[in-house]
């Protein structure tokens, strides 16, 4: 393999394993702070039980995340040299952005948030908890105008080999970052709800802490049904940006070589040096339905429309894309069938589906992963699409320098993987701390606010 090929699969596992912990604690955030504002304005334990149960698992999460993420930095300058030495005059602002109104937002009060119950006033633990989820979301928005900005470049000047910046609201609102942040934020807020609903699904299922599990199962299933539509919605509107920016991208994730097919790929398996593909199952005309041709004669555009040396690899775009797309189906059958079970007043009866909301809690991340394939594989050969190639952007190391800290990085990512999840199974199976009014909707007296500390 060369420096490239290593280079590549070193950052693509370093991003895809911190990839896992922003998609669970971006959304967690935000649960918190609805749930502690509950608590703050009704003074039911019940909104207390289930914000410091949750938030042990948000802070494990969060801190390996942040440790993966400084990782990825670093691998800017070390792995991707030439990248950083053209890019840096904006991506570096944009990274030192994100750092400083993100990070150090999120720094300023998660202390206060995991250590400032009956220490600080009510109202200044949710205030603080706010703005930890204020920080994670816009570390999303910042992360994604950098990415962004690498797949449809705007606002910027040629300086020798340098991008340079001329109009930084273009840089930052790029064609793409309009919808791909949105759709980025309700990803993670639809995975962290999957989170949830799955594990008040193992309690239904278990018949343990009964009220916990359906206050949250109802709030987290609720934020999926409301969210999903919207998703579906810009996911959609993302691939006509795609269309229209980024063609070859649109045409590895439709799975077709010439432009004749007429129908909708579900299963190919293609062969990138002879231009087709060895299998091919298709819905005919579904293709042309979905470019809102009702007639059924629209065909797709297929890879050969792009030059050779300027292709993504087919099979990684093509299942990228389906592995989003379908556990996004998934994700809305399992919203709709629960709203209606709602509506019949057979949701907490109906044992069946809480198994399977228990078997899709993982799903959201692996839809968020796929998607990252997708977005990220579908743009080569390019690192910064139709300007500059990735074998271009690549520092001049010897493969296996490049080996050697990617088994590191396995082997360590590996550990904190398995930790993390041996740590929320061993939480989940403690269950919430027990106390007065757990398992109810009592109230508990506000003790006086002034004789609390405040911050």
């Known amino acids: ?37 509950a608590y703050w304005r009704t003074g039911k334990q019940i909104y207390l039980t289930i914000f410091q149960f949750w938030k042990r698992i948000f802070a494990v999460g969060f801190a390996i995340g942040v440790v993966a993420g400084i990782v990825i930095t670093f691998e800017f300058g070390l792995n991707w040299g030439r990248y950083a030495a053209d890019t840096g005059p904006i991506i570096a602002p944009i990274i030192g952005m994100e750092v ?27 205030w603080s908890t706010v703005m930890v989820s204020i920080g994670t979301v816009l570390s999303t928005m910042w992360i994604l105008a950098a990415n962004s900005w690498m797949q449809t470049p705007a606002g910027y000047a040629m300086d020798g080999n340098r991008f340079v910046p001329v109009d930084w609201a273009a840089v930052i609102f790029n064609p793409s970052f309009v919808w791909r942040f949105p759709h980025m934020l309700l990803a993670v807020l639809i995975a962290a709800s999957l989170f949830i609903a799955g594990v008040s699904a193992y309690y239904l299922r ?42 070859s991208k649109f045409e590895a994730l439709e799975g077709n070589w010439d432009s004749t097919n007429t129908g909708y790929n579900f299963f190919v398996i293609p062969d990138q040096e002879a231009e087709r593909n060895l299998v091919q199952i298709e819905i005919p005309y579904l293709g042309s339905l979905i470019q ?11 890879l050969l429309n792009t030059p050779k040396d ?48 228990l078997y899709t809690l993982p799903l959201g991340v692996i839809a968020i992963l796929g998607g990252w394939v997708l977005a990220e594989t579908g743009r080569q050969p390019w690192v910064v699409f139709g300007l500059l190639r990735t074998e271009d952007a690549v520092s001049e190391l010897a493969p296996w320098q490049v080996i050697v800290s990617a088994i590191g990085f396995i082997t360590l990512y590996a550990s904190l993987l398995t930790a993390f999840i041996v740590y929320v199974v061993r939480t989940v199976r403690a269950g919430p701390d027990s106390g007065p009014g757990d398992n109810s909707e009592t109230q508990v007296p506000v003790k006086g606010e002034s004789a609390e500390v405040t911050a």
């Open 1 to 37: 393999m060369t420096t490239l090929d290593v280079s590549r699969w070193q950052f693509a596992l370093t991003v895809m394993f911190h990839m896992i912990f922003p998609a669970i604690t971006v959304g967690l955030s935000v649960f918190l702070s609805v749930m502690y504002g």
């Open 100 to 126: 400083v109104t993100a990070f150090f937002v999120e720094a300023g009060f998660i202390g206060i948030m995991l250590y400032g119950q009956d220490r600080v006033k009510r109202s200044t633990m949710f």
């Open 206 to 247: 278990k018949r343990l802490n009964v009220a916990f599990a359906k206050k949250c199962f109802v709030v987290a299933l609720g934020t999926v049904a409301v969210l999903i539509p919207i998703q579906l919605y810009i996911g959609d509107s993302i691939g006509g940006v795609m269309a229209a920016k980024q063609s």
């Open 292 to 302: 809102k041709d009702p007639t059924g004669n629209t065909p797709i555009p297929g």
């Open 310 to 357: 300027e292709r993504p690899d087919m099979a990684l775009a093509f299942w990228g894309f389906r592995v989003m797309f379908f556990g996004s189906m998934f994700i809305f059958a399992l919203a709709m069938t629960g709203t209606v079970l709602k509506a019949r007043r057979k949701l907490w009866a109906a044992r069946w589906f809480h198994t399977f909301a």
